[in-house]
């Protein structure tokens, strides 16, 4: 997997000559391949799962724990409210609150220009109620319908808002309101579709991550910068608080500032990025002391550079490597803290999906023939932090074989 053409490495900056070593590695490759995949998925989001709705949060109770694979015939009939309209980003962020109701069916028939369908009741051996339609009660919002000859002449709100013939509306229909839908990952005991669970619950972990490192980083940095450059009493004040976080279980520091901060999505973020800071902080600080003797610090001091240009503009581009790797790592961490809070009842709050809740409301389906509603988002969080430290070990090893002076 060598995708430049062959060049002497001395031609190449350090960077470059970091990422052509990490392509040599098969395994960190696969793994930065899937984390761009998960990070895809999650960004378009609605856009690319079944269902749309906010949350993915469309129950139909008819199918409760459905394996994966079943296949399901829909009726899809309109809402008597006003279609709901937003542009294409809202869309892809926060879903699209349907228009129909959609009620799952064995199958359906046309008696005297009224639609006849049987409900499906989950249950082979058990034939559902048989419930009837008129053609414009499928197809539009209506409050009121008059039928002049052969055309349906429909009104919502005082005003006509469709004319149509019977066959137009039969045709409609059947090419657009009757559909078959596959649970390719089944559905949970709410009878919503676990692919779009696990799709817009990958949000989550990879938001968390994100933030939770960012806010790591932004505080690591900064104070082992202060303690590695400055030493004497800044250093001893910075060490005594990185001791004192570093002795705190970090689930236990997470959940203590978790009840501080209250439940919810901003809020695990902000838990999870002030307990991560401190193995930055050590590594930062580990890094600058080995640095800050050398001779292009020195000549920096004596050109009369001020302190935070030397740290910023000439220290922290050199310790950049180290930093990449411990946030990879961090990374992984911080998936699992939140899985852990939300299986906990403590992280993100439903109705907002996420693997970890997936485990707790489903775990008790292991030791039944439903193993998978618990399985496959455990399995999701598996391999996505696996990954993450795969990326991580292939950095460390890719830096490790690069020149001395990166």
């Known amino acids: 997997m060598y995708f430049f053409r062959k060049k002497k490495e001395t031609n190449l900056s350090p960077g470059k000559i970091v990422w052509v070593k990490f392509q040599k590695n098969p395994t960190a490759m696969v793994a930065l391949i899937?984390?761009?995949l998960s990070v895809l998925t999650a960004l378009l989001g609605y856009l690319v799962t079944p269902d749309s709705t906010p949350f993915a949060n469309d129950q139909n109770l008819e199918l409760t724990t459905k394996s994966p694979g079943t296949r399901v015939t829909f009726l899809k009939v309109r809402k008597n409210t006003e279609p709901v309209k937003q542009n294409f980003f809202r869309t892809m962020l926060f879903g699209t609150p349907t228009s129909y109701e959609t009620i799952?069916?064995?199958n359906y028939r046309r008696e005297n220009n009224t639609l006849i369908v049987n409900h499906y009741t989950g249950f082979e051996d058990f034939e559902g109620m048989e419930l009837s339609f008129q053609p414009e009660q499928v197809l539009f919002p209506v409050d009121s319908s008059k039928i002049l000859k052969d055309t349906i002449h429909v009104f919502f709100r005082d005003r006509k808002i469709a004319a149509i013939t019977h066959s137009d509306a039969w045709k409609m229909i059947e090419e657009e309101h009757i559909y078959t839908q596959t649970y390719w990952l089944g559905t949970d005991r709410y009878g919503r579709d676990l692919l779009s669970q696990i799709i817009i619950g990958a949000r989550v972990s990879l938001s968390v991550g994100f933030i939770a490192i960012s806010i790591a980083l932004v505080l690591g940095i900064l104070l082992g910068s202060l303690a590695?450059?400055?030493?004497?009493k800044v250093d001893n004040f910075?060490?005594?608080l990185i001791n004192v976080v570093w002795s705190i279980p970090t689930l236990l520091l997470v959940i203590a500032i978790t009840f501080a901060l209250g439940k919810g999505f901003w809020q695990v973020f902000i838990a999870v990025g002030l307990t991560m800071w401190v193995d930055v902080a050590r590594v930062v600080r580990g890094q600058i002391i080995s640095l800050r003797e050398n001779e292009f610090v020195e000549a920096a001091r004596a050109l009369g550079l001020p302190d935070f240009r030397i740290i910023t503009r000439h220290i922290l581009p050199n310790i950049t490597g180290p930093v990449v790797v411990i946030s990879a790592a961090n990374f992984a961490s911080a998936i699992l803290i939140e899985?852990?809070?939300s299986f906990l009842g403590i992280g993100v709050q439903p109705?907002?999906?996420s693997w970890g809740t997936m485990i707790r409301e489903n775990y008790g389906y292991?030791?039944?023939d439903?193993?998978?509603?618990?399985?496959?988002?455990?399995?999701?969080i598996m391999m996505l932090v696996m990954a993450f430290m795969l990326v991580g070990n292939g950095l460390r090893d890719a830096i490790e074989k690069s020149p001395a002076n990166y």
């Not at 590695?228 to 004497?232: A, E, M, Q």
């Open 34 to 36: 899937w984390i761009g």
């Open 104 to 106: 799952p069916i064995e």
């Open 228 to 232: 590695g450059f400055f030493r004497g």
């Open 238 to 240: 910075i060490m005594w």
């Open 339 to 341: 899985a852990g809070l």
């Open 351 to 353: 109705p907002m999906p």
């Open 366 to 368: 292991i030791i039944l």
């Open 370 to 380: 439903k193993a998978f509603l618990a399985v496959i988002p455990g399995i999701c």
